[in-house]
């Protein structure tokens, strides 16, 4: 990161690469969406190339990376949530630019193998489990169970005392097992 201070394109890029996939799979899963992935990614970029000339090197650069990439995530989803309230404001019934309703709508025929929509299936439920947790859940089971953060590392993102954020994990697995089993029984 200092070499990117002093302006080698070079080494940002050698970042970018060191750390596009851990980056990519903490986005999904903060946004639940594939599509938005490389959109977010590069905002993520871009905010870190901004916030170079300010970066100390007083802890691990990851760190100082997911906390960037969270506060991203963050205004993402704020955007998102903006955009749904506009569009959840108009009727099922109302036609798009194609003349088809949102009722119309159906999802894609698959033949895929029975296992695999099973297994498909049981990630949706998972997925929804995650998704129904508070952020101060969500943002900890992420960081630990998808990007195998340490909890010390955790706690420097989120700044939350170590014992706090294993309390919380604790509340946010027991939260999404009553989430799962309502919704599946």
Known sequence: MLAVQDGDLDAFETLVERYRDRLAGFVYHHIGSYSAVPDILQDIFVQVHRAAPRYEPRGKFGIWLFTIARAVCINALKKKLRRAKRITDRPLSAIDA??????????????????????QEEFKKVRQA?????????????????????????????????????????????LMRKAYFEENG
Not at 147 to 161: G, K, M, N
Request: glycine content about 2%; overall charge negative; aromatic content about 4%.
């Open 98 to 119: 194609n003349g088809t309703s949102l009722l119309d709508r159906t999802p894609a025929d698959t033949e895929a193998a029975p296992e695999s929509m099973a297994r």
């Open 130 to 174: 995650i998704e129904s947790l508070p952020d101060i859940y969500r943002d900890v089971v992420i960081l630990r169970q998808f990007q195998e953060l340490s909890y010390r590392d955790i706690s420097a993102i989120l700044q939350v005392p170590e014992g706090a954020l294993r309390v919380r994990m604790h509340q946010a697995i027991e």
